[in-house]
């Protein structure tokens, strides 16, 4: 990796600024000064700017239990965004794996493996994600059975030109519902129990494939060991 990337990668400085702060003499690398940003060095090479030692940070995997009233954005906007709420260096590198609603609480997940993002996200991969809803009104009877299988054969929503793709609806109770979805349409959750005629009030995400938030509470978060980082 050349010296200035490095540099950028590790500190808060831009390319350009990495290159004056060579040039200014700032940076060791294993000792000696270097000021040739093409400079190239990897793990092993010990580099310092100002005195301090850098480390390249690598890639990171986090599940958050998000509230509601936080935006899974890499733009600032009216509320707090998830990445706000972990405490890890060069936290901005963190991008959402698919989005909730503002509105919406539950299991997100973060990471600056792009990779790893899009084969979570990819319906082609057929990645459940299961949400518990809460509806405004009861949903019980024919009305039910109509809706489990409107769902599974695929809702056109307004607007869209192909249907979902099959969703699992259980009733928990006449008001809660747990929904499995294998993509991630706009307000997809929202704009299927609208199609019934009914209204979501609560939506919360469980669980993205075999991944639970389990007893994760509301805010924390926490990094996924290498065993749920395979399970994708």
């Not at 995997?61 to 998000?66: D, E, F, N």
């Not at 706000?84 to 600056?112: A, N, Y």
């Not at 792009?114 to 996200?121: A, K, L, Y």
Request: charged share 30%.
């Amino acid at each position: 990796m050349r010296l200035d990337r490095f540099l950028a990668e590790t500190t808060e400085l831009t390319r350009s600024l990495a290159k004056k702060a060579l040039q200014r003499g700032e940076v060791c690398v294993d000792g000696e000064t270097v000021r040739q940003a093409a400079t190239q060095v990897d793990e092993r090479s010990q580099v310092t700017w100002r005195g301090e030692p850098l480390a390249l940070v690598g890639l990171r995997y986090v599940m958050l239990h998000k509230p509601a009233g936080v935006e899974c954005s890499a733009r600032r906007g009216l509320y707090p965004l998830a990445r706000d709420l972990i405490e890890l260096p060069r936290v901005e590198r963190l991008q959402t794996v698919g989005r909730l609603d503002v509105d919406t609480s539950g299991l997100v997940l973060l990471t600056d493996d792009g990779q790893w993002s899009h084969r979570v996200t990819s319906p082609r991969k057929r990645c459940g994600k299961v949400y518990r809803v809460t509806l405004a009104e009861p949903l019980e009877g024919e009305a039910l059975a109509a809706a489990v299988a409107h769902f599974a054969d695929g809702v056109l929503l307004d607007g869209e030109a192909k249907p979902t793709r099959p969703a699992d609806l259980i009733m928990r109770s006449p008001t809660e519902a747990e929904l499995t979805l294998y993509e991630g349409k706009y307000h997809q959750v929202k704009r299927m129990f609208a199609a019934l005629g009914n209204r979501v009030i609560a939506l919360h995400r469980e669980s993205i494939g075999p991944l639970l938030l389990g007893d994760l509470a509301s805010g924390e978060w926490r990094e996924l060991d290498a065993r749920e980082v395979a399970l994708f």
